[in-house]
């Protein structure tokens, strides 16, 4: 086990720069999740810390040891491929001690590790069956058992779950998050699905466009982004967004978002924004979960509004509603009992307590604590 | 009777729908029909020497019903297979297509997995340069291998010419192209990660391709092994350049230089080597032709 550390990493292919000098830290026993849109450098880190990717520029090192010109094989790392990548021709129980076999470990030790991960994956009656003979799921435990008895410093997931369909996911998620509370090696986890990085990571690290936008545990990223992009990919329905502007009125604080429209923002969310220009165009973000129906007795900084509703989608436990403001689509989550009707106004209510408040041109949430 | 009377009577369906299972049944007749009208048009010449071959030379001239035996008689078979003569162009040709199998074998097979997976300067154009080789026809390389080989001759003294022995260096130039051409297809089928999970699971380039890929590889690996084998064998204008004498000469040509004397054909001999000759070939078909079409068929599918 160890921490893995990256500095100022780059990764050029010939004129395009995929991972564009980041730096990060992972500590030991960590379950670190990349995670971005298709393009972003995630598999393209993740590859260069496996070593199947050249480093271009910057330093990698893994349990202190600078890795850059380490082979694969060399690093102690073991990988779960999206595609499982198992090898077709082996039992399970051959597939799990290919690497264990290379390197030469006794027979009798061999067995004992096989046999504890297949007992910790809970397919020890699959041991003698081919890949073929195996569902998805199935298959994608083997994976982890042929990368767990190797007893690796760091595991690298490379979007493991995307080739299951999504009950069998969540099933997976679940089952990843076990093993690793159980053996504790040090993980990093490549996804684009913003829930699976949500859901696994200790910390999650979102990339955009080659580069690190935020770090952090996925309760910090949810409440509290630090740009645009995080803000709009970690959540859904995703955050709403709309053109607003600050404006002082007497000794209180206004968000104004159109001529007829604004709200009082409560107090400890304009001590934050003391420094923020007033007059300047804005954007206003607010969860979809924090445009609620009016209810009578609103507490304080919920502020109630009428909008026409354009969609409904009931969900069940809630109803999320789609209405117009300013050309901005918003959506609202409403009590199913709350009698949202397509076309018709509705009084709903904003929480101005959970609102950010964003410049427009960098993206940069602004007054973050 | 009466309900008979008024269908008749009745409005008649101009229109006719196909049913699904009928056109599936018209397909099927179709496809007997013309698999029978092929297999008979293959199988007749086969048939015609087997026949043939079990005739006595006076019965093959005399003017009778030239599709049915008379007197049928083992005699060519004996003869051929107590000859000396014979045997030794049957070892000749055994003995250089197992050797030009096992050549061809370790040079395209590691070729190959290189072509395919070693991403190098150039890798795409010499993978083209290989196919590109296989497509130069043997009629009209034989002059200037017979010249190389006899310069060879001349500056070293190694007598290569008239040695079945050099046929060992000349087969390889056909069967190493057209086999690594059907083993990179194969290795380029097979997933990216896989020989990445290898890697990472600490296994060299050599123990990926020994112990992952020729695996997996396998009915490709076949196909092409079946393949180096019946060129090998079946080969004519070559060991018809470069040999000469009666000991050095393999089967497809020994039999043609020693079964016919000047303008008289020993045809009940001439039948029975050529069909001896098949049967090497037609038994490893038949044992491995599932392999050799799922080889040829490769990355076609996703499997």
């Known amino acids: 086990m160890a921490e893995v550390n990256l500095r100022k990493v780059v990764k050029r292919y010939d004129d395009v720069e995929a991972v564009r000098g980041i730096d990060l830290d992972i500590a030991d026993h960590e379950f670190i999740v990349l995670v971005g849109p298709s393009g972003c450098g995630k598999s393209t880190t993740l590859r260069m810390i496996a070593g199947l990717e050249d480093i271009t520029d910057g330093d990698i090192s893994i349990g202190g040891d600078v890795v850059n010109d380490v082979p694969p094989k060399d690093r102690d790392i073991a990988m779960v491929f999206q595609n499982y990548a198992l090898y077709p021709h082996m039992t399970v129980a051959e597939n799990m001690s290919f690497g264990l076999r290379l390197k030469h470990y006794p027979k009798a030790e061999i067995k004992s590790r096989v046999t504890e991960a297949a007992r910790l994956l809970d397919i020890t009656d699959l041991i003698d069956r081919k890949p073929k003979q195996l569902s998805g799921g199935q298959r994608q435990r083997v994976a982890m058992g042929r990368a767990i008895v190797r007893n690796p410093k760091v595991f690298l997931f490379d979007e493991p779950l995307s080739n299951l369909d999504a009950k069998l996911r969540v099933q997976m998620r679940i089952e990843i998050k076990k093993v690793h509370q159980k053996v504790r090696t040090t993980t990093v986890y490549v996804t684009h699905d913003q829930v699976e990085a949500m859901t696994l990571a200790d910390r999650v690290v979102v990339m955009n466009k080659g580069r690190i936008e935020q770090i952090g545990a996925p309760n910090e990223l949810y409440h509290n982004p630090a740009t645009r992009f995080v803000a709009g990919f970690i959540g859904s329905p995703a955050m709403n967004f709309l053109p607003c502007r600050l404006e002082e009125a007497g000794d209180k604080l206004n968000v104004r978002l159109t001529d007829r429209l604004a709200f009082p923002v409560p107090p400890l969310r304009a001590a934050r924004y003391k420094n923020i220009p007033r007059n300047e165009p804005l954007v206003m973000g607010i969860r979809p979960e924090h445009i609620t129906e009016a209810r009578p007795h609103a507490e304080p900084g919920v502020e109630p509004f009428d909008a026409v509703l354009d969609v409904t989608e009931p969900m069940g436990m809630e109803t999320l509603v789609y209405f117009t403001l300013e050309g901005a689509q918003l959506c609202g989550r409403v009590n199913p009992n709350a009698a949202a009707r397509v076309g018709a106004a509705m009084r709903l209510a904003v929480d101005l307590n959970n609102v950010h408040l964003l410049n427009e041109t960098s993206g940069v949430v602004l007054g973050r604590p | 009777m009466s ?35 092929f297999a008979i048009f293959s199988l007749l010449p086969p048939i015609y020497m087997l026949i043939t071959s079990l005739k006595s030379s006076a019965e093959i001239s005399a003017a009778t019903n030239p599709w049915w035996v008379y007197h049928p008689t083992l005699s060519n078979y004996i003869e051929l297979l107590t000859s000396n003569q014979f045997l030794r162009f049957f070892w000749n040709s055994a003995i250089i297509s197992v050797v030009v199998v096992a050549i061809t074998m370790l040079i395209s097979v590691p070729a190959a997995f290189a072509l395919a997976r070693m991403k190098f300067w150039g ?32 500056w070293t003294g190694i007598q290569l010419i008239n040695r079945w022995y050099v046929l060992l260096f000349i087969y390889p130039t056909l069967t190493v192209p057209f086999a690594t051409w059907i083993m990179i297809g194969y290795f380029a089928s097979i997933p990216k990660e896989l020989d990445e999970a290898a890697i990472i699971d600490g296994a060299s380039w050599f123990q990926t391709l ?85 080889g040829l068929t490769a990355g076609a599918t996703k499997g």
């Open chain 2, 3 to 37: 309900t008979l009377t008024i269908d008749k009577s009745g409005p008649r369906r101009k229109v006719k729908y196909g049913s699904m299972s009928r056109d599936r049944v018209w397909a099927l007749r179709w496809s007997y029909f013309f698999l029978t009208l």
């Open chain 2, 123 to 154: 890798s795409a154009t010499l993978a083209t340069g290989v196919f590109l080789t296989y497509l130069i026809p043997d009629s009209l390389l034989f002059i200037p291998l017979f010249k190389m080989f006899a310069l060879v001759g001349d």
């Open chain 2, 210 to 294: 020994t112990r992952v890929f020729i695996p997996v590889a396998l009915p490709g690996l076949i196909a092409a092994t079946i393949f180096a084998f019946t060129v090998s064998w079946a080969q004519f204008l070559y060991p018809l350049v470069f040999t000469t004498s009666t000991d050095q000469l393999v089967m497809p040509v020994g039999i043609i230089t020693t079964l016919i004397k000047g303008d008289v054909f020993n045809w009940g001999q001439i039948m029975t080597g050529a069909l001896l000759g098949a049967a090497p070939p037609l038994i490893i078909y038949a044992f491995l032709m599932d392999y050799y079409i799922a």
